[in-house]
């Protein structure tokens, strides 16, 4: 890594600039360079070629008629929504959720496929994902060609950079380069991340995580996911690659590993319950967390057993985060919230228990039943984010070699 590089440095600059106005905008220049602590100068320079290339947008602040009254009116920035248009992707086992945003973000158009997908190769998916970003631009009034680019947000091992999707439970095949696969089909610029790196996007944009650079998203759906926020870009391993929460080992037993998402997870809280009947068909449909919950409510013992052993073990598993990262707040997303009490309460009584005295009072916990278009809303993010030019990838930059 080369620290005084040049070109890095005006990359990370221009980003903290754009990040900048899209949080705070409509902004001033004075403002930036107080709030990114970058001289007038560098700031007037970016502000400039933003402006040049289309970027951001100028608003008058007083009536600029008026030339008899004091001062001038102020010139603030903001983003130009019709700067780019990307679409991000939610797929699913059950079923594949797009969304497609301005620059800024939001939400032009929206589209659900309810579809099995975990029932189908590859080929079928990615017929799938393109039939419905194709109708997702259509929808919106747009074409293929008004469209920069696309991400698919989806659960498993992912590798951000390669765009190959290590294991996935909605794939039969591994290792599959699926960004290369979209990328030929849209003849568009495909990206590929987990469904967890999505939605952490997404509440640092516009939820609960907006106010904060530093923060943890813990995904309890299909799989198990972790999102990890540091000074405001996502931490990725080697590659790009994506952290599957559900490997965490929490012991071991007779010899054996145990890892949180054979406590945890969907197969393990349903058990064999969710082969036979109603179950089995809430599952299909991908009810599954709905139909548990209720039969909780109504007694179901086994159940309830299992939502609480699943909250003990993933309050430890938040435990143990804190106790690494002191994040300031831990968001906890996903389909097993619908669970109910019985497992919220199960998972804050495990991590008050495990979490050390000294830090205790550090991390706040949020519970947020996230919809499917914020997830989707969230690959959006993702492929905004890259048009952003962030320089970082993992811990340090993402190509200066």
């Keep these: ?16 600039v754009l990040d900048k106005i899209r949080r705070r905008g409509p902004i001033s220049r004075v403002e930036i ?23 951001i947008l100028t608003r008058h602040e007083g009536d600029i008629r008026n030339t008899a009254a004091r001062g001038r009116p102020r010139v603030m920035l903001e983003l130009n929504p019709d700067a780019a248009r990307v679409v991000g992707a939610k797929i699913a086992a059950n079923r594949i959720v797009f969304a497609l ?22 080929s079928v998916i990615s017929d799938l994902v393109e039939d419905g970003v194709r109708r997702c631009v259509v929808d919106a009034g747009l074409s293929l060609g008004d469209i920069d680019t696309v991400c698919l947000g989806l659960p498993g091992v992912v590798e951000h950079r390669t765009g190959k999707v290590r294991s996935s439970p909605i794939f039969r095949e591994t290792d599959v380069n699926f960004a290369a696969e979209m990328t030929s089909r849209l003849d568009l610029p495909a990206i590929v991340e987990s469904d967890a790196h999505a939605i952490a996007l997404a509440h640092h944009w516009f939820g609960h995580a907006r106010d904060l650079d530093d923060f943890v998203i813990v995904s309890l759906e299909q799989t198990l996911g972790l999102g ?50 109603h179950f089995a068909e809430a599952v299909r449909l991908g009810r599954g967390m709905a139909h548990a ?29 804190v106790t690494l990262f002191g994040p300031p707040r831990v968001i906890i997303v996903g389909s097993t919230l619908s669970l109910g009490e019985v497992f919220i309460d199960s998972l804050r009584s495990s991590y008050t228990r495990a979490i050390p005295r000294s830090i205790r009072e550090i ?7 996230s919809p499917d278009e914020a997830w989707a809303q969230g690959a959006a993010i993702v492929a905004l984010r890259e048009l952003y030019e962030s320089p970082w990838g993992t811990t340090g930059p993402a190509s200066s070699l």
């Design 1 to 16: 890594m080369k620290t005084a590089d040049p070109e890095l440095m005006r990359a990370i600059n221009r980003f903290t």
């Design 228 to 277: 990890l926020m540091h000074s405001g870009q996502l931490f990725r391993g080697a590659g790009g690659l994506s952290h599957n929460l559900g490997d965490l080992v929490l012991g071991t037993a007779s010899d054996r590993i145990v890892r949180l998402a054979e406590i945890a997870g969907e197969s393990a809280i349903f058990g064999e319950q969710q082969t036979v009947g």
């Design 293 to 321: 919950q209720a039969l909780i409510s109504a007694d179901d013992s086994p159940l309830a057993e299992a939502a609480v052993r699943a909250g003990e073990a993933v309050g430890l598993a938040i435990a143990n985060i």
């Design 33 to 55: 360079s107080e709030r990114s602590q970058l001289s007038s100068t560098t700031v007037s320079a970016i502000t400039g070629s933003l402006l040049d290339d289309g970027l």
């Design 101 to 122: 945003t301005d620059f800024r973000g939001e939400v032009l158009s929206q589209l659900t496929i309810p579809v099995r997908v975990d029932r189908l190769p590859i």
């Design 363 to 369: 991390a706040e916990l949020v519970f947020d039943a």
